[in-house]
T-cell receptor, first 115, second 113 residues
Framework: GAGVSQSPSNKVTEKGKDVELRCDPI?????LYWYRQSLGQGLEFLIY????????KSGLPSDRFSAERTGGSVSTLTIQRTQQEDSAVYLC?????????????FGDGTRLSIL | AQSVSQHNHHVILSEAASLELGCNYS??????LFWYVQYPGQHLQLLLK??????LVKGIKGFEAEFIKSKFSFNLRKPSVQWSDTAEYFC???????????FGKGNQVVVIP
């Protein structure tokens, strides 16, 4: 069975541009999470989705960040007007359900570099 | 918010040596605890987890961790490491009603053949 799939694997863009990062969770997993991994901050939670419930956006660092999950499956993380401090590896994870005893399975991440 | 502390960010040891990585968390309620491993060039993988029951948890590749509630700790151990254990190890916690993983800063472990 396929794991969590993320695309692109690498993205280089100029400061001020918008970027979209995609995540395809494991089939049947209803919960989907976004994290980012950066040198200074380690691994930080951004947002999670569970089915049709309102997402928990409490980890998004600014209003330039947004995410959608269409049809309860694929998710897109959008960063508008990118800044150099947005450079990081953006990780997506999924789990069978939003339950804190369900392990989260991670994708390979998207390495985002802002010039 | 809960926080997770990992000490000794860089660890270098020889094959067959024993490994212990410390993890402490700050949360007074019910917790679920995880160790994830990230091998070079690979994605984060679950090494082991603790939800309830026996506080000594055994995971993959000979790793184990012990939950000591009184010390708010969940230390990872392996009696004899191999070169292939070279990786970054992350301790993480979720708390009751909060499904977000809170991660420690990680331990970069290098095993010298």
């Amino acid at each position: 069975g396929a794991g969590v799939s993320q695309s692109p694997s690498n993205k280089v863009t100029e400061k001020g541009k918008d970027v979209e990062l995609r995540c395809d969770p494991i089939s049947g997993h209803t919960a989907l999470y976004w994290y980012r991994q950066s040198l200074g901050q380690g691994l930080e939670f951004l947002i999670y989705f569970q089915g049709n419930s309102a997402p928990d956006k409490s980890g998004l660092p600014s209003d330039r960040f947004s995410a959608e999950r269409t049809g309860g499956s694929v998710s897109t993380l959008t960063i508008q007007r990118t800044q150099q401090e947005d450079s990081a590896v953006y990780l997506c994870a999924s789990s069978l359900e939003v339950s804190n005893n369900q392990p989260q399975h991670f994708g390979d991440g998207t390495r985002l570099s802002i010039l | 918010a809960q926080s997770v502390s990992q000490h000794n960010h860089h660890v270098i040891l020889s094959e067959a040596a024993s490994l212990e990585l410390g993890c402490n968390y700050s949360y007074g309620g019910t917790v679920n605890l995880f160790w994830y491993v990230q091998y070079p060039g690979q994605h984060l993988q679950l090494l082991l987890k603790y939800f309830s029951g026996d506080p000594l948890v055994k995971g993959i590749k000979g790793f184990e961790a012990e939950f000591i509630k009184s010390k708010f700790s969940f230390n990872l151990r392996k009696p004899s490491v191999q070169w292939s254990d070279t990786a970054e190890y992350f301790c993480a916690v979720t708390t009751y009603g909060n499904n977000r993983l809170a991660f420690g800063k990680g331990n970069q472990v290098v095993v010298i053949p």
